[in-house]
T-cell receptor
Framework: KQEVTQIPAALSVPEGENLVLNCSFTDSAIYNLQWFRQDPGKGLTSLLLIQSSQREQTSGRLNASLDKSSGRSTLYIAASQPGDSATYLCAVRDETSGSRLTFGEGTQLTVNP | NAGVTQTPKFRVLKTGQSMTLLCAQDMNHEYMYWYRQDPGMGLRLIHYSVGEGTTAKGEVPDGYNVSRLKKQNFLLGLESAAPSQTSVYFC?????????????FGSGTRLTVV
């Protein structure tokens, strides 16, 4: 059974800092990995989708990398802003479960002005 | 383009009452999902559908039923609500294709069972 772990569970940084969020998964036979953002009391917003054949994806100040063989992904946020404060969730779709996403529990990020 | 719309957004039920949560998507997606999100448990899959007229069980299906009579709608029913079903419920959808497509989520339904 796929398990997804996100470290750290919570992170507080000053504005302007570059930061890295980590995601690891136990079954490396994945189709893709998706990073989401969730604001308090809100739904999930997709940030980046990385296919299993890709190494990284970039969108603005966000860069996500994937090392499928080691079961790891990182989300890099450059020049963090208070508006980046949210919970970041990592989810994988693997070949065993096919149609399903398995989520980590998230990293709660606070960017202080 | 509305994406995935969930109704209602909030609901309070008494133990034993029934209700239906509606999910509607306007992206012509084949696959639809119901997840629940609980503190310390993350998001867990309740039921899903791979197309109109199909449903399948996820990780935590007990106490829930679903129906997909129309491609654009996926209904989640609670026949006899229990306090353990207090949660935030999310619906998601995606198109067919094994690799290339991500999921789109609704904004959630916050359900409290007292």
């Amino acid at each position: 059974k796929q398990e997804v772990t996100q470290i750290p569970a919570a992170l507080s940084v000053p504005e302007g800092e570059n930061l890295v969020l980590n995601c690891s998964f136990t079954d490396s036979a994945i189709y893709n990995l998706q990073w989401f953002r969730q604001d308090p009391g809100k739904g999930l917003t997709s940030l980046l989708l990385i296919q299993s054949s890709q190494r990284e994806q970039t969108s603005g100040r966000l860069n996500a990398s994937l090392d499928k063989s080691s079961g790891r992904s990182t989300l890099y946020i450059a020049a963090s802003q208070p508006g980046d404060s949210a919970t970041y969730l990592c989810a994988v779709r693997d070949e065993t479960s096919g149609s399903r996403l398995t989520f980590g529990e998230g990293t709660q990020l606070t960017v202080n002005p | 383009n509305a994406g995935v719309t969930q109704t209602p957004k909030f609901r309070v039920l008494k133990t034993g009452q029934s209700m239906t949560l509606l999910c509607a998507q306007d992206m012509n997606h084949e696959y639809m999902y119901w997840y629940r999100q609980d503190p310390g448990m993350g998001l867990r899959l309740i039921h899903y559908s791979v197309g109109e007229g199909t449903t399948a069980k996820g990780e935590v299906p007990d106490g829930y039923n679903v129906s997909r009579l129309k491609k654009q709608n996926f209904l989640l029913g609670l026949e006899s609500a229990a306090p353990s079903q207090t949660s935030v419920y999310f619906c998601a959808s995606r198109p067919t294709g094994l690799r290339n497509y991500g999921y789109t989520f609704g904004s959630g339904t916050r359900l409290t069972v007292v």
